[in-house]
């Protein structure tokens, strides 16, 4: 059975995006978090990264505040992940880390593969990856890469377009 056969009771929607992103498809990112709770979605994962993952993690707490059913698990590569960040980010990645359900580390520690294993288990089992992803030579490229590979569907913000609801697997 290939990880990313649909589950009927739980669909998984992923999230992926570069640390640069600034906010400017978050109506885009509403819509499509709105749209996939309204087909079943109820388990959203992020990676906790500066960017788009804290952006995509702050929809979905929103959107918890009337759907209380969500469920929002942060993947992240190891316990000090946050302990670079700027300090607006770490303050928005602590009051982030106050309202998620499940904690999953990478490591323990720090290791050059650490992302690359983060990225995995994000996409291991989702039906869905909701990425904001620019350059295809980026751990987020990468990302989108495997998920595409695995049959997830992945929808890609920055693109023209957006997203095709008949694309969806639920």
């Given at each position: 059975?290939?990880?990313?056969?649909?589950?009927?009771?739980?669909?998984?929607?992923?999230?992926?995006?570069?640390?640069?992103?600034?906010?400017?498809?978050?109506?885009?990112?509403?819509?499509?978090?709105?749209?996939?709770?309204?087909?079943?979605?109820?388990?959203?994962?992020?990676?906790?990264?500066?960017g788009?993952?804290?952006?995509?993690a702050?929809?979905?707490?929103?959107?918890?505040?009337?759907?209380?059913?969500?469920?929002?698990?942060?993947?992240?590569?190891?316990?000090?992940?946050?302990?670079?960040?700027?300090?607006?980010?770490?303050?928005?990645?602590?009051?982030?880390?106050?309202?998620v359900?499940?904690?999953?580390?990478?490591?323990?520690?720090?290791?050059?593969?650490?992302?690359?294993?983060?990225?995995?288990?994000?996409?291991?089992?989702?039906?869905?990856?909701?990425?904001?992803c620019?350059?295809?030579?980026?751990?987020?490229?990468y990302?989108?890469?495997?998920?595409?590979?695995?049959?997830c569907?992945?929808?890609?913000?920055?693109e023209?377009?957006?997203?095709?609801?008949?694309?969806?697997?639920?």
């Amino acid at each position: 059975m290939s990880v990313n056969t649909l589950n009927t009771d739980n669909k998984i929607v992923a999230f992926t995006g570069h640390r640069t992103y600034r906010g400017v498809a978050d109506r885009q990112l509403r819509e499509v978090v709105t749209h996939l709770y309204e087909q079943g979605a109820r388990t959203f994962r992020v990676g906790m990264a500066e960017g788009f993952d804290l952006h995509a993690a702050e929809v979905v707490i929103a959107l918890r505040e009337h759907h209380p059913d969500i469920t929002l698990e942060a993947y992240i590569p190891w316990p000090e992940f946050s302990r670079h960040f700027e300090p607006t980010e770490r303050t928005r990645y602590e009051q982030i880390m106050r309202e998620v359900t499940i904690i999953r580390y990478t490591a323990c520690n720090y290791s050059p593969e650490v992302f690359r294993h983060r990225n995995d288990m994000l996409v291991d089992g989702a039906n869905v990856l909701v990425a904001w992803c620019q350059r295809k030579r980026s751990g987020t490229g990468y990302t989108v890469s495997r998920a595409k590979r695995l049959g997830c569907t992945v929808i890609n913000l920055c693109e023209a377009g957006l997203f095709d609801t008949a694309q969806l697997p639920f």
